[in-house]
């Protein structure tokens, strides 16, 4: 969490004598950092069975591989912004649902030409979660909140090999090509009901 400016306003916020102080400084934080975005959250799937069976090396290429894939595309996406990758996972941004749905369906295709007929354990395979919502931006470099968590628990908890899973509030009011359809589901994970959509092919 590299930001100065934030953390300087965290650490007022520590400082506070009182409540009304904490409030103030609370204001400053969304004046300065609240959005609302589109959050993507992308795992590699496949880590503990291709490392066993291949070795680290050969995951951390396709990771290499996976990145120079991935983040081309999310750059080119209208609102689309890479905040950070880490280890086989990366962390988006979007200035729209649509946007950010658009660029997952984007990304499961360019996987599936690039690695059609590949190996198992040689090929990237995607899960993608999205969310939409109010959010701490730290200039672009990390980000905070809600929608951050559910992304994350879509992209990397609940998601498999080659899914999207959209949060209800981030599909509202968004289409799919045709080709493609949205199933309802629901997950109770970490103590919160997730309502969210798979998307598929027809």
């Known amino acids: 969490m590299e930001n100065p400016g934030f953390t300087a306003l965290l650490d007022e916020r520590m400082q506070a004598a009182t409540a009304a102080a904490r409030a ?5 934080i969304r004046e300065r950092y609240e959005r609302y975005a589109a959050v993507m959250i992308i795992d ?17 290429a396709l990771i290499h591989r996976m990145q120079g894939l991935v983040l081309p595309i999310i750059r080119a996406a209208v609102g689309g912004h890479v905040v950070k990758t880490e280890a086989d996972n990366v ?6 649902a649509q946007a950010a749905i658009d ?15 590949t190996a198992a354990n040689d090929a990237v ?25 559910l992304a994350a628990k879509l992209g990397e ?18 289409t799919l090509p ?3 359809r949205s199933e ?19």
């Not at 103030?24 to 400053?28: E, M, P, S």
């Not at 962390?91 to 729209?96: G, T, V």
């Not at 395979?125 to 968590?149: C, K, M, Q, T």
Request: proline share 2%; with cysteine.
């Open 24 to 28: 103030d400084v609370d204001a400053k």
């Open 44 to 60: 590699m799937a496949g880590f503990s069975r291709i490392t066993q069976e291949e070795g680290i090396v050969h995951f951390l």
């Open 91 to 96: 962390y988006a941004m979007f200035d729209s």
């Open 103 to 117: 660029t997952a369906l984007a990304l499961q295709e360019a996987c599936r030409a690039a690695f059609d007929g």
């Open 125 to 149: 395979r995607l899960s993608i979660g999205i969310a939409w919502g109010r959010l701490l931006d730290l200039d672009g470099n990390e980000y905070f909140g809600d929608p951050v968590n």
């Open 157 to 174: 908890d609940l998601a498999n090999a080659g899914d999207i899973y959209v949060t209800a509030d981030a599909a509202e009011g968004t």
């Open 178 to 180: 045709a080709g493609w």
């Open 184 to 202: 309802p589901k629901r997950e109770r994970i970490s103590n919160i009901d997730i309502d969210f959509l798979a998307v598929v092919r027809d």
